[in-house]
């Protein structure tokens, strides 16, 4: 969200090679407004009630689940149904650093670093499976912890344990700063994410994900690059869990090893739009509005969003912002090339003009 | 001696899961697709026993006649609609199409029936057992339940190997396109693969619903213990998914001998152990990579 500007394309010889960008239009001025939007976020605690702040940093946790499940699935085509076993990890750290008298704020990155640790030999059993298959040895690997979790009695067992150590904070400035550290991380969430897919491995995924014999055979690292977004998506997660233990003060099994922590990072990233970065935030802001106004209906706003990804995926498989978005080439976030323009300013002007763009630019 | 029996009940409990896990074996050879909400399809065979019993004065012990039937009608259905809609998208789409409706399926009976536990009351015919010794008895409904699905895995291999429908089944797997070619409605094939697919988790969730009990959040346990036992058994083999689903069961019992909280854990290790050192599983013939 802090950069939007096109990078300078490679010097393309005019009329020899189509024109490479990194989108259809200029968005230079996409990277100003991201900064606006989080500046203006970071000072949404002292603007807002409490109430609100409370939405909003819930809003952070669950767009961070649903970024990184967007890498997963949208641009890896993982499709991981245990990220909650990330998210139970990175919130017992955070139990375990503050049981040692460590600051629960401060914990927050060494529990995703930790998670991120445990991503490696769990991605050493869970990839030898794919597919669906795969899909269910996470959910398998995610109970199992669960259970281990719940036998540790020092832990608290199945019944869980308040984390100490934020005791001596006035609620008010408990708010903000747990509101600040979902905000810092769900930007950092978002930003790596942008960063990664504008990188070398983003190029792999891509190539992967049209034709994964093609890229193997070009020499691509097709189980290094899964291996890397598995691990980052399992560092994200680990630091959505333990911003749940943070800012709840309490974990208990059941509830962070949910089921439910993916179903909701699936449902999000469908709707809004799946191997999109918009689609997360837009998904998520759907979520949070259904869910508000759907509050004293039990159940009812997951049988709702539920319902309503199946059709989604069915019938508009971009999403909301894919479907909105598909014929205006508007991004957000541009990862990837548009082949075929040449940008106006490149154009040596006493050049003769480049030869005229395919009719549809194709993107990567 | 306690030991024992509790790797007599672990095999007991392997007919439960090798039924569930025939359907999800089947599907996914035919088809190449995993379905989500398989464990809650079984969930949801029980609360429709539960609701059609009163209602069509059949003794309880009987209700598989009745419920069976609907869900094969109903797994063609939503196979020729909901399923092959996603299917012709991608498997992709089709997992998390059967995702999502395993989370509308569990929260919808949530809404329905309320959280609390359920079971299919068949009186004292869940009690007889057979004791050779003090220490080990062999309940004579799991007895059953394991010979059901000795002989539900064996008439699938026998409909498979033998019959024109299970040759056209196998023919589709392995080439839909092909198959359709000379003249095979591929649809109608999957349909029918689904309609068994179904009509045997409903087997299974009516079996284990007269066992033991079952709420709207049992779906996932099923699932993860049917797809266990295929993977521990080797994917694409039905006699090896009735062997997973024995040594799931065996380690499931070990665990809870050894502590009660250990149960489900001690499955999980297993299974987790055979990915690790026999991924092709005991008797998997294709690798799975």
């Not at chain 1, 989108?23 to 230079?28: E, L, V």
Request: charge should be positive; charged fraction near 10%.
């Amino acid at each position: 969200m802090t950069t939007g500007a096109a990078p300078v394309p490679p010097t393309v010889e005019a009329g020899s090679l189509p024109g490479v960008t990194r989108s259809a239009r200029p968005t230079a001025w996409l990277g100003g407004l991201g900064v606006g939007v989080v500046v203006l976020l970071a000072f949404m605690p002292s603007i807002v009630s409490q109430a609100d702040t409370s939405i909003l940093l819930n809003f952070f946790i669950l767009l961070t689940m649903s970024s990184m499940w967007n890498l997963l699935a949208g641009y890896a085509g993982m499709v991981s149904i245990g990220q909650q076993a990330f998210v139970g990890l990175g919130a017992y750290t955070v139990l375990v650093l503050a049981d040692g008298g460590f600051n629960p704020v401060a914990a927050i990155p060494i529990a995703a670093l930790v998670c991120a640790a445990l991503s490696v030999p769990i991605s050493l059993l869970v990839f030898r499976l794919r597919g669906g298959y795969f899909a269910i040895a996470t959910w398998v690997v995610a109970d199992a912890a669960s259970l281990v979790i719940s036998s540790i009695g020092s832990l608290g067992g199945g019944t869980g344990k308040p984390v100490p150590g934020l005791s001596s904070l006035s609620p008010k400035s408990f708010e903000q700063v747990t509101y600040w550290a979902a905000l810092a991380v769900v930007v950092v969430a978002v930003g790596m994410t942008y960063a990664l897919l504008r990188s070398r491995l983003g190029l792999v995924l891509a190539a992967v994900r049209d034709n994964e014999v093609g890229a193997r055979s070009a020499g691509a690292r097709v189980v290094t690059a899964r291996r890397i977004v598995f691990l980052v998506a399992a560092l994200g997660c680990g630091a959505a869990g333990a911003l749940l233990a943070v800012s709840q003060l309490n974990v208990q099994p059941a509830s962070v090893f949910n089921v439910q922590w993916s179903a909701e990072m699936i449902f999000v990233t469908m709707i809004g739009g799946i191997g999109t970065i918009e689609g997360p935030i837009l998904g998520s802001v759907v979520f949070f509005l259904l869910q508000q106004n759907l509050a004293h209906e039990g159940a009812w706003y997951l049988i709702i969003f539920g319902a309503l990804a199946v059709v989604i995926a069915i019938w508009a498989p971009r999403g909301l912002w894919g479907t909105a978005t598909a014929k205006l080439r508007v991004q957000l976030f541009p990862v990837g090339y548009y082949v075929g323009r040449t940008r106006r300013r490149d154009r040596p002007g006493s050049a003769p003009p480049a030869p005229p763009a395919p009719p549809v630019a194709s993107t990567v | 001696m306690s030991w024992l029996n509790a790797i007599i009940q672990g095999i007991l409990t392997g007919g439960f899961y090798a039924l569930f896990a025939c359907g999800l074996s089947l599907l996914f050879g035919v088809m190449g697709i995993i379905n989500l909400a398989h464990g809650d399809l079984a969930v949801i065979a029980g609360y429709v026993a539960v609701l059609l019993i009163p209602e069509t004065h059949v003794p309880v012990v009987w209700s598989f006649v009745v419920v069976v039937p609907i869900f094969a009608v109903g797994g063609y259905i939503l196979q020729r609609t909901l399923l092959q809609a996603s299917l012709d998208r991608d498997p992709f789409t089709t997992l998390l199409v059967t995702f999502g409706l395993s989370v509308v399926a569990e929260n919808a009976l949530l809404e329905a029936f309320s959280s609390n536990g359920q079971s299919l009351n068949i009186g004292s015919l869940i009690a007889h057992s057979f004791n050779p010794t003090t220490s080990i008895s062999l309940s004579y409904f799991s007895l059953t339940v394991l010979g059901v699905a000795v002989v539900v895995l064996g008439a699938l291999q026998l409909f498979l190997s033998r019959s024109g429908t299970g040759r056209l089944i196998r023919a589709v797997a392995d080439d839909k396109e092909a198959a359709q070619l000379v003249g095979v409605n591929y649809r109608h094939i999957f349909g029918i693969a689904a309609a068994i697919a179904f009509a045997t988790v409903a087997l299974a969730g009516i079996a284990s619903g007269m066992y033991t009990e079952f709420a709207p959040t049992s779906g996932p346990a099923n699932l993860l213990f049917a797809f266990e036992s295929v993977v521990i058994g080797g994917i694409g083999s039905l006699w090896g998914t009735l062997v997973g689903g024995i040594v799931l069961g065996v380690a499931q019992q070990i665990g809870a001998q050894i502590n009660p909280a250990y149960q489900v854990l001690a499955g999980h290790i297993v299974f987790l152990a055979v990915l690790a050192v026999r991924p092709r599983g005991l008797f998997g013939l294709r690798t799975s990579s």
